[in-house]
């Protein structure tokens, strides 16, 4: 009878621990996606990926799979709500795609569970995956990345000392204690909730690491937001030419306002991306209208135009157009999108539904351009770059001390949301201060923005809207630690999570050898807790203290 007991007591506390882990998972993707725009409740970018890694740790690797996958589901899903504007297939297929992936670099977690100082391993580990998926596939999808959501928090500083890997680490490592925390056998506890103190005040000094928002000099721009018809689909969007009519009108009446003297005389005009869809050097009508635009306002203007490129291809650019002598040099968005801008294997699924309506595929840069203008160096990361870190630094290296981010987000705001033009909004605050340069964000629908170098938005545009904004912002010649650092800081972080796992592996496999207690655990559902981790001689009653959601299982003894 008592066996009985046992048994049937052992399979309802497996029930509910994997009930326990499900409900974490979930409720830690939710709050992360509760911490970026529109919502942007930062300090829950911690709160989220602790409960993931409270959830995991104890767990073994295919337990790890399928609870970070849930996490990535209940992520990705709300965060990429946006995507529904291109339809539900789209929106789901990118989502459950980051959560597989999401959930396959959750089975490394347990190799390096059972080191001691863990979180500091945790918090390397999450920039590796970061760093992962914004490098494969087809090129990766930053997005969603912890440091993106930091653009009001007091983190927001490290970004000009390692860049966006640096706050995310930052706030990974606050994550990892507080998972610690969570878990941690009662005789651990006061050890872990002193390291998650460090790792708050760690990551709140960033308030003091934000960039001068002083330069050499300053220089008056205006940002031309033309705005373009709410109800129009992506199919007439290839057809319509009132996208580039719009933003010639509006650059005509930025003209008229500076002289009746209610506009100040810039020395830059930015235009957004597809700004025009025809390549304004062949097309006559197009060169006349921007050019004469570009003579009135007596400033040249940075085009955001599609141009024509060989074997029936074409290109994303910003194109410099001078007042007098008209087109001049350009730069070539390199980033492309996969399935907007080209199809990969387009021979094979090219003419399936929807990417019938991408006939022609962009041809990518082939690096970073500087555009001067006097003592303006502008270099542009165009839209969807803003999220790459390299292309960004690259632009910076040029010697460019003004960033430009043009960008078309009228296809994701048909809905009525302004998610993601928010969310790209917050990517341009950030590189703003990772460079220390002021970024110039020009939408055709919004949000456009001026951002000073400490990621301070200075003005920025109302949403479906045709708007002009005059600012003057300082040109800085100073370069910060993260530009001239590049990808060593996150180079690091990847270098010491892979040794982290190693290590455990290591030592896992000698237990194992060795026919140690550890390695009886090994085998279980879980690892062992973090008096096995940490600590050796940590006395077993501490153990049964750690609580019934998060307690490792071979905590009660089963397998």
């Known amino acids: 009878m008592t066996a009985v007991v046992v048994q049937v007591r052992g399979r309802v506390q497996r029930r509910l621990r994997t009930w326990a882990g499900a409900i974490m998972a979930a409720s830690g993707g939710l709050l992360l996606a509760l911490a970026f725009p529109p919502v942007g409740l930062w300090p829950a970018a911690a709160v989220g990926p602790a409960l993931l890694l409270a959830a995991i740790r104890h767990r073994r690797a295919k337990v790890a799979f399928r609870l970070g996958t849930l996490f990535g589901l209940t992520f990705f899903v709300p965060l990429l709500w946006w995507l529904t504007n291109l339809g539900v297939l789209p929106w789901l297929a990118l989502s459950v795609a980051q959560a597989l992936l999401l959930g396959l670099l959750c089975c490394v977690v347990p190799t390096f569970a059972r080191l001691p100082g863990w979180p500091l391993w945790a918090a390397c580990w999450w920039v590796t995956t970061e760093a992962v998926r914004s490098r494969v596939p087809l090129g990766g999808f930053p997005w969603g990345r912890l440091g993106f959501s930091q653009a009001d928090a007091p983190t927001l500083g490290w970004a000009s000392v390692a860049g966006a890997p640096g706050v995310s680490a930052v706030v990974a490592l606050t994550a990892a204690f507080l998972a610690a925390l969570l878990t941690a056998p009662r005789a651990h506890r006061v050890r872990f909730g002193a390291g998650l103190v460090v790792a708050g005040a760690l990551a709140s000094s960033g ?73 304004p050097r062949t097309d006559v009508g197009l060169r006349e209208g921007i050019s004469l635009a570009a003579r009135e306002v007596g400033a040249p203007i940075v085009v955001g135009a599609i141009l024509d490129a060989s074997h029936d291809r074409i290109r994303n650019t910003s194109l410099l157009w001078f007042p007098d002598t008209g087109p001049g040099r350009y730069y070539a968005k390199q980033q492309l999108v996969p399935f907007g801008e080209y199809i990969p294997l387009r021979d094979l699924i090219g003419g399936l539904g929807d990417l019938q309506l991408i006939p022609r595929d962009f041809v990518a840069g082939s690096g970073p351009v500087r555009l001067d203008v006097g003592p303006i160096h502008l270099a542009s990361s165009i839209c969807y770059e803003v999220a790459y870190d390299g292309q960004v630094r690259g632009a910076v290296r040029t010697g460019a001390n003004l960033l430009a981010v043009p960008t078309n987000n009228a296809t994701y705001m048909r809905n009525g949301s302004l998610a993601e033009p928010k969310q790209q909004l917050a990517m341009s605050r950030l590189r703003a201060v990772e460079h220390g340069r002021s970024v110039l964000v020009a939408s055709t629908t919004g949000i456009s923005a001026v951002i000073a170098p400490d990621g301070t938005i200075v003005k920025s545009s109302d949403p479906w809207t045709r708007t002009v904004l005059n600012a003057t912002v300082p040109l800085r010649s100073e370069t910060t630690l993260a530009t001239r650092l590049g990808e060593l800081p996150e180079g690091g972080l990847v270098l010491i999570a892979v040794a982290a796992m190693a290590e455990g592996i290591r030592r896992t496999r000698r237990d194992r050898r060795d026919g140690s207690p550890a390695a009886a655990t090994a085998g279980d559902d879980a690892p062992p807790t973090d008096a096995g981790a940490d600590s050796a001689t940590a006395p077993a009653a501490d153990t049964a203290s750690v609580p019934s959601a998060v307690a490792p299982e071979g905590a009660s003894g089963e397998r």
């Open 207 to 279: 308030v003091f690491l934000l960039p001068s928002t002083h330069g050499d000099r300053t220089a008056k721009v205006a940002v031309v937001q033309g705005n373009v018809p709410r109800a129009r689909n992506m199919e007439e969007q290839a057809r319509v030419q009132q996208v580039a009519e719009n933003h010639i009108a509006a650059t005509r009446e930025l003209a008229r306002d500076i002289k009746l003297g209610k506009a100040p005389q810039p020395d830059l005009v930015l235009w957004p991306e597809n700004a025009t869809d025809r390549d």
